[in-house]
Structure formats: structure tokens, C-alpha cells
């Protein structure tokens, strides 16, 4: 059970460049998310989804789109990078628990690390 | 939206107990998560706190007052694994989780 991955790792761009992040859940999970982790700051939502074909903004979505065309994955890209978007990039999922009490645990991927130069 | 602060910085002795503070102020509220995170590694789930009171799970306790936006995160028998950030997350009506910026423990032998 692989749980959430995360693909790539590591990433060098240059200003101005394009690329895709990928998320994939083997949990069946209804709920994605994607943050980014700067020091001192903590995570930051950017978007997040609550099923396939939706997608809604989160505290800092500017320069980022996303997409989720299967309920397994969810894509963050950067249309065109800033040195200002360097940053680890923390994707997660979680179930749905429609009782008040449920705790709805987001499990997250191993991380990617993106550079702007 | 979401306002979470928790200290930076903390440093304890191994074998004893420390406790992680955080306070909040939100717009919704619908439950409070502690997550810890090593360095370099992902954030993993630790305690969750709906209702006031203390929740326990071996040495780690949670608790957390509603009516104050009070939480606190007590790691007893601190063993030098403990290291770590501890993040304190508040989750909203619609499952979003706002995270503070983590509290940084170091365990010193």
C-alpha cells in the first residue's frame, strides 16, 4: 500500500519555466490537497479538492492551477515559475467522516522539492 | 480565515516532559490536530481534539478548551526520537486544515 506519491522529488527551474506536479492516492480517498512549506511560515493551503472534477483555492493559489480528472490524482502546476514559488510542496489526501466527531486525518506524500532560479 | 500560534522553539532533557502550547482564533472550528514532522520527512498525525478535555495515547496527550482557543500538546517520557517540529492544525466546516508554523522541541540527552 503506497499510500500518497508524490512525483517529482526534486526539481531545478529557471524563471519563467512550466512543470506538473503529480499526486496519487491508492486510499480512495474523496479529499486532496496541496500545500507548500516555507521556514517559518508552516503549510500553506494552495488548493484542494473535494472529489473528482472539482477543485477549489486555498490561502495562496496565485501562479498555480490544478486539476483533478481522476479521483486518484491531482496535478499543481506552475504555468510560469517565480523564484518566489521555491518552496517544499507537501501534497495530501483524506476520507470522507460526515460525523461531527470524525477526525478526517490527512495523510501526506513524501514531499517535493522545487527551486526557482 | 485561521490565526495559530504556537512558540518556535523548545528544548527539553531526555526522560522528561514538555509541553507544546497553541492558541487560535478562527473563523469556524470544527475540530484541532497535532502532526509531527522530522526533519527532511512528511508531517505525520498524531492526536485530534474535538470536544474539550484531554485525549491520551501512550505518552502523548492533547488537550484542548474551546471556549479560550486553547490547545496543548504534552510529550512525557521524552526519548531523543522526539525530535522533531510539532505543527498544531485547526480544521474549518469545509475540512480544510490551517496549520501554525510548528514548534521546533529538541531533546538533549
Known amino acids: 500500500n503506497a499510500g500518497v506519491t508524490q512525483t517529482p522529488k526534486f526539481r531545478v527551474l529557471k524563471t519563467g519555466q512550466s512543470m506538473t506536479l503529480l499526486c496519487a492516492q491508492d486510499?480512495?480517498?474523496?479529499?486532496m490537497y496541496w500545500y507548500r512549506q516555507d521556514p517559518g511560515m508552516g503549510l500553506r493551503l494552495i488548493h484542494y479538492?473535494?472529489?473528482?472534477?472539482?477543485?477549489a483555492k486555498g490561502e495562496v493559489p496565485d501562479g498555480y492551477n490544478v486539476s483533478r480528472l481522476k479521483k486518484q490524482n491531482f496535478l499543481l502546476g506552475l504555468e510560469s515559475a517565480a523564484p518566489s514559488q521555491t518552496s517544499v510542496y507537501f501534497c495530501a489526501s483524506s476520507y470522507i467522516d460526515s460525523s461531527s466527531s470524525g477526525a478526517n486525518v490527512l495523510t501526506f506524500g513524501a514531499g517535493s522539492r522545487l527551486t526557482v532560479l | 480565515g485561521q490565526n495559530i500560534d504556537q512558540p518556535t522553539e523548545m528544548t527539553a532533557t531526555e526522560g522528561a516532559i514538555v509541553q507544546i502550547n497553541c492558541t487560535y482564533q478562527t473563523s469556524g472550528f470544527n475540530g484541532l490536530f497535532w502532526y509531527q514532522q522530522h526533519a527532511g520527512e512528511a508531517p505525520t498525525f498524531l492526536s485530534y481534539?474535538?470536544?474539550?478535555g484531554l485525549e491520551e495515547k501512550g505518552r502523548f496527550s492533547s488537550f484542548l478548551s474551546r471556549s479560550k482557543g486553547y490547545s496543548y500538546l504534552l510529550l512525557k517520557e521524552l526519548q531523543m526520537k522526539d525530535s522533531a517540529s510539532y505543527l498544531c492544525?485547526?480544521?474549518?466546516?469545509?475540512?480544510?486544515?490551517?496549520f501554525g508554523a510548528g514548534t521546533t522541541v529538541t531533546v538533549r540527552a
Open positions: 492544525a485547526v480544521r474549518d466546516g469545509d475540512y480544510k486544515l490551517s
Open positions: 481534539n474535538v470536544l474539550d
Open positions: 486510499m480512495n480517498h474523496e479529499y
Open positions: 479538492s473535494v472529489g473528482e472534477g472539482t477543485t
